[in-house]
């Protein structure tokens, strides 16, 4: 039984491992982590090789089909593509104008690559969980997690960006002086000025971490749950209980991955809407 969970806790342990690349203490040269141990030496300047080409991929998949479509649009009978690009367009355009209450052309391209871009980050745990880390470890590649945003770093890159851009329509919209006079003089006057900073000050820098937390926790947690279900499969035996335990992993594994749909898209429009929400309040005098 010991031997059992000690290989179930390598089995998590090593899908939640992601491919670092990066140099360890007293070595000149950068390489492949082959353990946690290693990953964790390498510091903060390693990459996680996985979440940037993964992410990459799915970003340029965006941009070609996109892109096709536009290219390919006709003014007659559309097109299965054309037909779906123009509903996403559609969808993200009456998002933008139910929350974007201001002027800027950015907003809605942003919005639109936001939500493409985590979508289909987030599909990528629909995916059966093995797949991709067997396929790559006959290739030689000892970890590969394939959700991109079960790694924080690509969440918080992303949220940071946001942050960077509500930051700078901010000061563009309102001036150097109006930013600050919002950060210390709201909501109790000068008199308040030091709750006035403690108070604008977390709500400031709470944006981009909700934003990122709330993606990678939810991310994390399914991710894990499919795990599980599929440890459950590995503890098949060839019996009668056996037999109930891997069917039960199937229905498991079926229905957790229809109501995952759900959540994925949900997590998409959450980021983009939120994105959305902050950068109107950058634009607004006072919020």
């Given at each position: 039984?010991s031997g059992?969970?000690h290989?179930?806790?390598?089995?998590i342990k090593?899908?939640?491992?992601?491919?670092?690349y990066?140099?360890?203490?007293?070595e000149?040269?950068?390489?492949?982590?082959h353990s946690?141990?290693?990953?964790k030496?390498?510091g903060?300047w390693?990459?996680?090789?996985?979440?940037t080409?993964?992410?990459?991929v799915?970003?340029?998949?965006?941009l070609f089909?996109?892109?096709?479509?536009?290219?390919?649009a006709?003014?007659?009978?559309?097109?299965?593509?054309?037909?779906?690009v123009e509903?996403?367009?559609?969808?993200?355009?009456?998002?933008?104008?139910?929350?974007?209450?201001?002027r800027?052309d950015?907003?809605?391209?942003?919005?639109?690559?936001?939500?493409?871009w985590?979508l289909?980050?987030?599909?990528?745990?629909?995916?059966?969980?093995?797949?991709l880390p067997?396929?790559?470890g006959?290739?030689g590649?000892?970890?590969?997690?394939?959700?991109?945003?079960?790694?924080?770093?690509?969440?918080?890159?992303?949220?940071i960006a946001?942050?960077?851009?509500?930051?700078?329509?901010?000061?563009k919209?309102?001036?150097?002086?109006?930013?600050?006079?919002?950060?210390t003089l709201?909501?109790?006057?000068?008199?308040?000025?030091?709750?006035?900073?403690f108070?604008?000050?977390?709500?400031?820098?709470?944006?981009?971490i909700?934003?990122?937390?709330?993606?990678?926790?939810?991310m994390?947690?399914?991710?894990?749950?499919?795990i599980?279900?599929a440890i459950?499969?590995?503890?098949?035996?060839?019996?009668?209980?056996?037999?109930?335990?891997?069917?039960s992993?199937?229905?498991?594994?079926?229905?957790?991955a229809?109501?995952?749909?759900?959540?994925?898209?949900?997590?998409a429009f959450?980021?983009?809407?939120?994105?959305?929400?902050?950068?109107?309040?950058?634009?607004?005098?006072?919020?």
């Open positions: 039984m059992e969970a290989t179930s806790g390598e089995y090593h899908h939640l491992q992601n491919l670092t990066g140099p360890l203490t007293g000149e040269s950068a390489h492949v982590a946690a141990a290693e990953a030496e390498m903060f390693a990459i996680n090789l996985d979440t080409i993964i992410a990459f799915l970003g340029a998949v965006f089909f996109f892109a096709r479509a536009a290219q390919r006709t003014t007659g009978v559309p097109s299965g593509l054309q037909n779906f509903w996403v367009v559609e969808f993200i355009d009456t998002s933008v104008r139910g929350s974007f209450t201001s800027n950015m907003v809605a391209p942003l919005a639109l690559t936001l939500f493409a985590v289909l980050m987030n599909l990528m745990d629909l995916l059966p969980i093995d797949y067997m396929l790559a006959a290739l590649v000892p970890f590969l997690k394939v959700v991109p945003t079960t790694d924080p770093n690509a969440t918080f890159g992303m949220s946001v942050f960077i851009l509500v930051i700078y329509y901010s000061i919209i309102k001036g150097l002086g109006g930013f600050v006079g919002e950060l709201q909501p109790f006057g000068k008199l308040g000025l030091p709750a006035n900073i108070l604008e000050g977390v709500n400031l820098i709470a944006k981009p909700s934003l990122a937390l709330r993606l990678f926790g939810n994390y947690a399914g991710e894990m749950i499919f599980l279900i459950m499969g590995a503890s098949a035996s060839v019996t009668l209980g056996g037999s109930v335990l891997f069917g992993q199937i229905l498991l594994s079926l229905g957790w229809i109501f995952h749909i759900l959540i994925v898209t949900l997590q959450i980021f983009m809407t939120l994105t959305i929400v902050y950068l109107d309040m950058a634009h607004q005098e006072h919020h």
